[in-house]
């Protein structure tokens, strides 16, 4: 009797995360687009590679080598940005954002970042999703921050050891 896959199979994928290149710029760029209602320009990515406070990540598949995810932080002194993070349509869901934001978690704790700050859409439940699963909590919201539509945005913080006195 013949051997079926089952229709819904799927290869598990080996991931590994490594700084991005100039070669990932098209890939990384095409999963913007798909993934972003008002993308990211290609320029963007390119001086992101070289610009001094940048951690410029890309998630690749060990066996293809596909670019499947990437990620963009600055950090400043003890406060890390998340300007950018995205996945591959058809690859959400199956843990690879988490990878990258684990590899950044351990950069952070590396560098000796004590905050991490990030705005979202307010209509994009799905990064909401994946930020709370972080801890991340809602600082505030910044009306009609977005363009393209038009949309507030939420801002969330995540402190790693404690908050900073204010006193
Ligand atoms: C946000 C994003 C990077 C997450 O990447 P991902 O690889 O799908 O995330 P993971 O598979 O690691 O998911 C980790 C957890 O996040 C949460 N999450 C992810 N997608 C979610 C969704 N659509 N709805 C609710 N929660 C979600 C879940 O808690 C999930 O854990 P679970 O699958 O065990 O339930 C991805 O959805 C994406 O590229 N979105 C479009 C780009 C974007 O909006 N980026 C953020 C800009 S601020």
């Not at 990932?24 to 320029?43: C, G, N, S, T, V």
Request: net charge negative.
């Amino acid at each position: 009797m013949q051997n079926k896959k089952p229709t819904l199979w799927r290869r598990k994928i080996g991931i590994k995360i490594r700084q991005a290149e100039s070669a990932d710029i098209d890939a990384i760029y095409r999963i913007e687009q798909e993934q972003f209602l008002k993308p990211w320009k290609k320029d963007y990515f390119t001086a992101e590679l070289s610009h001094d406070l940048s951690f410029f990540y890309a998630a690749q598949d060990v066996e293809s080598g596909d670019i499947l995810g990437y990620m963009i932080c600055w950090i400043i002194e003890e406060t890390m940005e998340t300007h950018n993070i995205a996945v591959k349509g058809e690859h959400k869901r199956q843990g690879i954002g988490s990878r990258l934001m684990d590899f950044m978690l351990a950069k952070a704790a590396e560098e000796g970042v004590q905050e991490i700050f990030l705005e979202v859409r307010k209509t994009n439940i799905e990064a909401a999703g994946f930020y709370e699963k972080y801890d991340f909590k809602r600082i505030g919201c910044r009306e009609r921050y977005y363009s393209d539509p038009v949309d507030d945005a939420l801002v969330y913080a995540l402190y790693l050891r404690h908050p900073k006195s204010t006193t």
